[in-house]
């Protein structure tokens, strides 16, 4: 099990203690198949972007070494072009399974735009926690690829494609969750090759063009906004901070976040959800509202399990019913990494806060309107 010192940040009144802390990291970790690879749960899939998210966690409770073999994964099955695909099989790693797909094989492959992006987010997170100049060298090809890749589907208005066909070609759609990721993920892309001394002024120019979409122009999107995410993830991604992120929040504070249980995934559904619940408590932090964010992480403990110190993923609160019955190695991880900045972990205040991430070119430098 982890150490205890190794959590002392994970721990927040209310929320985790100590022991609730190891146990929840030993949670993930027993999740983890041997190969590296963190899929939703044991048999479950493994989508590349919770994949990063519970590697991250890892990371924030000291396991650097589950972390790396995460990352590893992800190296040694990038495709040529830099991308992943939107799933892979881990339903034969259960005894007795009737696995049509083996372990570690597709299941999906739409590529998605931000869940290829996202691993430049936990490979600058694993650095910052771990200070291996070593790991960032043998990793630096795995995100060159995959940003280069992102940004080959940029779209004229600074908004990012959401998937690449197989016939390579791509929608001109683009979504406002995905992007804010996105633009999280080229910053911390950029704070590697800034570290690295290696200029890559394409994907200042495309960072900041990017982020201009995200605050200004909204209907270059698709219309989510019935989805939470579509809501916080502004904020989350670190595009959006100060009064213009307070007010967004508080414009529909009330449409999303159910009182004593947490946060909806849509706003026409009875639906409370632990991994959208945690993110809005991260992005609260971003935006300094760190005793909002520590009610959002205490109202959703209703949403732990005892045995195993997990989450389930949901809870229809019209049925008093669990849905669906899965404790999901992401929710998990999403819970921890928010405490973790709550906490001041440095690696994970610097990723989510982002003051010094850099912003690539101004608005006005890139020539956008």
């Known amino acids: 099990m982890t150490s205890p010192g190794r959590t002392e940040h994970l721990v927040l009144p209310g929320v985790l203690t100590a022991e609730q802390a190891e146990l929840t990291v030993a949670g ?3 999740i983890q198949r041997a190969d590296g690879a963190i899929p939703w749960f044991t048999g479950g899939h493994l989508d590349p972007w919770d994949h ?3 590697a991250m966690a890892l990371d924030a409770a000291g396991e650097h070494g589950r972390a790396e073999a995460a990352y590893r994964w992800l190296a040694d099955r990038q495709n040529t072009d830099g991308s992943w695909y939107a799933s892979y099989s881990y339903a034969g790693d259960v005894p007795g399974a009737d696995a049509a ?4 094989e597709p299941l999906d492959r739409t590529r998605e735009t931000n869940f290829v992006a996202y691993v430049a987010v936990g490979i600058w997170h694993h650095y910052l926690s771990t200070g291996d100049d070593a790991f960032l060298e043998r990793l630096w090809p795995t995100l060159y690829a995959a940003v280069e890749f992102v940004l080959a589907l940029q779209l004229p208005g600074g908004q990012i494609a959401w998937k690449r066909d197989d016939d390579g070609g791509f929608p001109q759609e683009a979504l406002l969750t995905g992007s804010s990721s996105i633009y999280q993920a080229l910053r911390c892309a950029l704070a590697v090759a800034d570290y690295r001394e290696e200029p890559q002024p394409d994907w200042e120019l495309a960072t900041g063009l990017l982020g201009h979409a995200v605050l200004h122009h909204p209907e270059r999107f698709l219309d989510k906004g019935r989805f939470s995410m579509d809501w916080y993830y502004p904020v989350l991604g670190t595009a959006l901070r100060g009064p213009a992120a307070k007010q967004r929040i508080e414009a529909l504070w009330e449409t999303f976040v ?6 909806r995934c849509v706003s026409d559904r009875p639906w409370v959800t632990g991994g959208e619940s945690a993110e809005l408590a991260l992005a609260l932090w971003a935006m300094g509202e760190s005793d909002r964010a520590v009610e959002i992480l205490a109202d959703i403990q209703h949403l732990r399990t005892g045995d195993d110190g ?3 993923t949901g809870y229809v609160f019209d049925d008093d019913a669990v ?3 899965e404790r999901t190695s992401w929710t998990a991880g999403a819970l921890l990494l928010a405490v973790a900045a709550l906490g001041g972990d440095e690696a994970t205040t610097a990723v989510f806060g982002g ?9 006005d430098d890139a020539g956008c309107c």
């Open 28 to 30: 993930i970790a027993a």
């Open 355 to 363: 003051e010094r991430l850099p912003i690539g070119l101004a608005p």
């Open 52 to 54: 990063v998210e519970a």
């Open 323 to 325: 849905w669906p019955e």
């Open 258 to 263: 159910v009182p004593g249980l947490g946060v």
């Open 310 to 312: 997990m989450y389930w």
């Open 101 to 104: 797909v083996a372990p570690g």
